[in-house]
């Protein structure tokens, strides 16, 4: 990606954020970018796409971390289930280091997925989709060994309420300092994965302990 698409995908970045996909503006994009409505034209076609660029350039650097992470620490584990602690970690910790722990950070990537999601237009649930298939099956199966292979249900069901934690954390994260009463430091990328990592993780072991139904 060249240093014009980058800064149109970085203008864009502030334009969804404040005023989600809907009310977005290429204009405003342009006038954000220093560039003209034909650049973006030339690089990008539409705001569909410039949406859908803007998500792949932000997450799959973090997937492929991610990918690394976890085949590394398999192999070192001599391919033996990993605990599911560390697990969850590797999808957590590099997600939240990327768009919390950088200094001076608006959280806008995270702002302007969530006023997107909230839209549920459907080429967002494809692009979720896609960028996240292979992160879920290599994670899916990760979790499942960790777990003593609980069954096909229960780590669905985890997977599910491992995503939507996330994204709620992603999206609401600025409500922690209210809740906190200005106590917790909203750049505290360490803290907020260690209390995330140990709620997925208890949560998804209590999923794969619950009993057959009767």
């Known amino acids: 990606m060249n240093d014009t698409q980058v800064k149109i995908i970085e203008a864009a970045e502030i334009e969804f954020a404040e005023r989600g996909y809907g009310?977005?503006?290429i204009r405003e994009i342009t006038k954000r970018a220093g560039v003209n409505i034909a650049a973006i034209n030339y690089h990008f076609g539409t705001k569909e796409v410039l949406f859908k660029e803007m998500v792949r350039h932000r997450i799959?650097?973090?997937n492929?971390?991610?990918i690394d992470m976890l085949e590394k620490a398999t192999i070192e584990n001599d391919?033996?289930?990993?605990p599911i602690q560390k697990v969850v970690d590797f999808m957590v910790r590099p997600l939240l280091s990327q768009f919390i722990g950088e200094?001076?950070?608006?959280f806008r990537f995270m702002r302007a997925m969530g006023k997107a999601m909230s839209e549920e237009r459907p080429f967002m649930k494809e692009l979720h989709q896609d960028i996240l298939k292979e992160i879920v099956?290599?994670?899916?199966?990760?979790i499942s060994d960790s777990l003593g292979h609980p069954g096909f249900e229960k780590i669905s069901y985890g997977m599910h309420f491992l995503s939507c934690c996330m994204l709620g954390v992603m999206m609401q994260h600025s409500r922690l300092q209210f809740i906190s009463c200005g106590k917790i430091d909203l750049h505290d990328t360490d803290g907020l994965a260690d209390h995330l990592v140990a709620f997925i993780s208890s949560g998804l072991e209590a999923v794969s302990k619950l009993s057959p139904k009767t």
Not at 137 to 142: D, G, L, Q, T, Y
């Open 79 to 82: 391919s033996k289930p990993l």
């Open 64 to 66: 492929h971390l991610r």
């Open 137 to 142: 099956a290599k994670f899916s199966k990760a």
């Open 60 to 62: 799959e650097p973090i």
């Open 103 to 106: 200094p001076g950070t608006d």
């Open 23 to 25: 009310g977005a503006s």
